[in-house]
């Protein structure tokens, strides 16, 4: 199914405006659909900034930059941007509602071949896809924050997706340089079912006294060779994010390991989000 040309990523956020620039740099023609002139230029600023440091490490060329940079069509318009593509992977919030209404009216406009996939990390792929006509075209399709670099993409699938699916997924990612690792839906998917307990681990052991916060971080850099401590990657992730996740880890098996920290959720309720807000577990400029 090497015939995949034309892209769709709806949603130019961290996720999103890494997910175009890995498609783009590869070849591909993206439409990269946000909901304003401003949210679509700030997405095509980073993506610009981030080809700039493959540039300085001479990874690819000046020339290569510009012509990705041509290939990235942004579209404020989702009926528009879907409607002669070949793949439309979605990028938006963390919110079922949300994605439930974007794939409603994506599978209303985009023609009958395209597949549909969805970057959620949570969210399951069988309730997503029972929003479309199409359940068996749906996917999901987990990229890893920073896109560029990370080179896994987990590929889920859905109840009734269909085995040509995956393995157009499973080719498209190897396109971009990605490697492909199938799991089956179910809660946390594998990616974040062992990532985010062990996020919340360490975040009790701040909780309960055990150790500060770039104690528990060193332990597992120095100890267990992790780029990050696991409150670093909590900050990077978004604490709010880490919270959806287990919540809907805690919801979807109704185990008690699985409840967030009350610390977590203090921190989500005063709005210390990590990164994205100067302040998590540590402070940023
Ligand atoms: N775009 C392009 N290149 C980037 C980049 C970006 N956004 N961010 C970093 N890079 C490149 C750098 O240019 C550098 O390239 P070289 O190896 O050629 O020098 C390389 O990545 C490493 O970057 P730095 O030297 O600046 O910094 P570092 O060595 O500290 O690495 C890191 C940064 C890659 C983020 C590393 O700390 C890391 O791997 N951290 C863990 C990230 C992780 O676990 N991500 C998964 C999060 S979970 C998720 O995303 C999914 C979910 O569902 C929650």
């Known amino acids: 199914m090497s015939d995949i040309k034309k892209v769709a990523v709806v949603g130019g956020g961290t996720m999103g405006n890494g997910i175009a620039h890995v498609f783009a740099i590869s070849g591909f023609q993206v439409k990269l659909v946000e909901t304003s002139r401003e949210l679509a230029d700030k997405a095509l600023n980073t993506i610009g900034k981030n080809l700039t440091r493959m540039v300085t490490k001479e990874k690819i060329s000046e020339k290569d930059k510009e012509e990705a940079l041509l290939r990235i069509q942004p579209e404020l318009n989702l009926t528009e941007a879907v409607k002669d ?31 549909l996939a969805t970057n959620t990390s949570s969210i399951s792929i069988t309730k997503l896809a029972a929003v479309t006509d199409r359940s068996n075209r749906f996917i999901g399709m987990h990229f890893f924050n920073p896109v560029p670099v990370m080179k896994l993409v987990e590929v889920i699938r859905g109840l009734d997706t269909g085995d040509e699916v995956i393995q157009a997924i499973i080719e498209i990612s190897e396109k971009l340089g990605k490697v492909p690792v199938q799991a089956n839906d179910s809660p946390g998917f594998v990616s974040n079912r062992v990532l985010m ?72 309720d005063a709005g210390k989000l990590g990164d994205k807000t100067g302040e998590g577990f540590f402070k940023y400029d």
């Open 85 to 115: 593509v070949d793949l439309v992977v979605e990028a938006v919030p963390e919110h079922f509602k949300l994605k439930k209404k974007i794939f409603a009216e994506i599978d209303e406009h985009a023609p009958e071949h395209t597949i």
């Open 197 to 268: 307990p062990m996020i919340n681990e360490a975040i009790y052991c701040v909780y309960e006294g055990v150790a500060e916060p770039k104690a528990v971080d060193d332990v597992m850099k120095l100890g267990m060779a992790h780029p990050m401590g696991p409150l670093r990657l909590a900050d990077f992730v978004g604490l709010d994010v880490c919270l959806d996740v287990l919540n809907v880890l805690y919801d979807g098996f109704k185990d008690p390991k699985y409840r967030p920290c009350p610390l977590l959720v203090k921190m989500v």
